[in-house]
């Protein structure tokens, strides 16, 4: 097996399920070569920033409202950390404070992926939005776009 620069390796370790048996881990290793002619394609529409904020999401019958926390945040959608477990295809309203811009964002999104963390025994649900207002949409845009602006002015910061 050729073993360069142009190799790949991947390992996944996923944490027992909750319910599951608690010795059961699937340990999965892939091996790949990439071709050096092929670049790298950018499959995201909307920069991303590591958000945390708080929020409210509500799952498909809007009757009830849970809390939860952002990890990222772009104009296209949201990861989430929850102590509900979600599918994904799921339909989710969310509602958050957006720093800085003082404004309530309200949005309608689906649940394109989920995953229980072992460690801290909550749940990452990655929400991509299926409706939201094109000023909340923006006003998303333009916060991440600062967040990232002053994170990259502070480590420029720190390396002088």
């Given at each position: ?13 996923r ?85 800085k ?60």
């Amino acid at each position: 097996m050729k073993r360069d620069s142009s190799a790949c390796y991947n390992c996944f370790l996923r944490y027992p399920h909750p319910g599951s048996e608690p010795d059961l881990e699937l340990v999965l290793l892939t091996y790949f070569e990439l071709d050096s002619t092929v670049e790298h394609e950018q499959r995201r529409q909307f920069e991303r920033a590591p958000v945390n904020v708080g929020l409210s999401y509500s799952v498909e019958d809007g009757a009830r409202w849970q809390r939860a926390s952002t990890i990222n945040l772009s104009g296209g959608g949201l990861r989430i950390w929850s102590v509900e477990e979600h599918a994904p295809g799921v339909q989710v309203a969310v509602r958050f404070r957006l720093p800085k811009f003082r404004r309530v964002v309200q949005a309608n999104g689906r649940i394109v992926k989920s995953f229980f963390d072992g460690v801290s025994h909550d749940y990452s649900h990655g929400l991509a939005f299926t409706q939201i207002a094109e000023a909340d949409r923006e006003a998303i845009v333009e916060f991440v776009k600062s967040t990232r602006r002053t994170a990259n002015e502070s480590d420029f910061q720190r390396a002088s």
